[in-house]
């Protein structure tokens, strides 16, 4: 992690801001040491990767993410699968965040639950490798498998990115620290959607925008044989979009259906 890391995670556990504990250098890569907070919370940092997460997770959780863990190394094979059972192009797809990047300036981007980067990568093809310099990629999951992949394909492309191990229901952030707030593919599995939403919404700053997308067949494909033979083979599929959690406060709210009908996707402004 880069030390200007630190001007925008907060502690997890009390929420003031964090410092370096041990090994502190003035700048360039820290590796390991150890963060703090002026109430004495102490957070390690392990390969360049703050663990902030707090409370810790529920036994629950811990499966779904040791089965992360587990299949990090052949995730994005697993992915391409869907690609010809569903007709779809998700990396394509993926590119089409490039329509919230602003034309020109800063941009601060949280992807939540970034698994293997996938979306950044998507991203750096979709503006060819140029602007990089326009980007601030930042990555929060609670799979160190996850992020420790993220890592490694990340740091050929030589984009500034941050990597933190935490957690959506608690996301170890500031208020406001994002223009654009991104989560694909968990939502349906989350304990807590509505929690997650307002996390999302917390990190991001005014008129900021927040894009979740996960499975759900839209109307129109859940009638089809097609639609049917899908939830049959996963039952992912039949989610609808959560709206009855995203938070009041979300502004200019909607909802569309992406990747042949197959992914829902939902996007609301601070
Ligand atoms: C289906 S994968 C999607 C990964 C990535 N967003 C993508 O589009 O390929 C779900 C991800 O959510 C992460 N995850 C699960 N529970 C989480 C939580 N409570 N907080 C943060 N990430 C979580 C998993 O570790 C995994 O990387
Ligand atoms: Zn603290």
Request: no cysteine.
């Given at each position: 992690m880069k030390k200007s890391l630190l001007k925008l995670l907060r502690c997890p556990k009390c929420r003031k801001g964090l410092f370096i504990t041990e090994n502190d250098s003035e700048d360039g890569e820290i590796e390991n040491t150890t963060l703090g907070c002026e109430k004495g919370h102490t957070w390690a940092v392990k390969n360049g990767i703050p663990s902030l997460i707090f409370p810790a997770i529920t036994e629950d959780d811990a499966k779904w993410i040791a089965e992360y863990d587990e299949m990090a190394e052949n995730y994005d094979d697993l992915v391409k699968k869907y690609d010809e059972w569903l007709g779809i192009e998700l990396m394509k797809e993926r590119e089409k965040l490039a329509q919230f990047i602003p034309i020109e300036g800063p941009v601060r981007l949280l992807d939540v639950?970034?698994?293997?980067a996938a979306n950044f990568v998507a991203l750096y093809n979709a503006f060819e490798?140029?602007?990089?310099?326009?980007f601030n990629f930042h990555g929060v999951d609670l799979s160190l498998g996850m992020l420790n992949v993220s890592k490694r394909k990340m740091t050929p492309l030589g984009v500034d990115v941050s990597l933190v191990h935490g957690s959506v229901f608690n996301i170890p952030y500031k208020d406001k620290a994002f223009d654009i707030v991104n989560h694909s593919g968990g939502i349906n599995t989350f304990s807590e959607i509505g929690l997650a939403f307002s996390e999302m919404l917390r990190v991001a700053s005014p008129g900021g925008v927040v894009i979740v997308n996960d499975e759900g067949l839209s109307p129109e494909m859940r009638e089809t044989e097609m639609g049917k033979a899908i939830i049959d083979a996963n039952s992912l599929f039949a989610a609808r979009p959560p709206l009855e959690h995203i938070p009041d406060k979300a502004k200019n709210v909607e909802i569309d259906y992406i990747l042949n009908g197959t992914f829902y996707q939902i996007v609301f402004r601070k």
């Open positions: 639950s970034v698994g293997t490798g140029k602007q990089m310099d326009r």
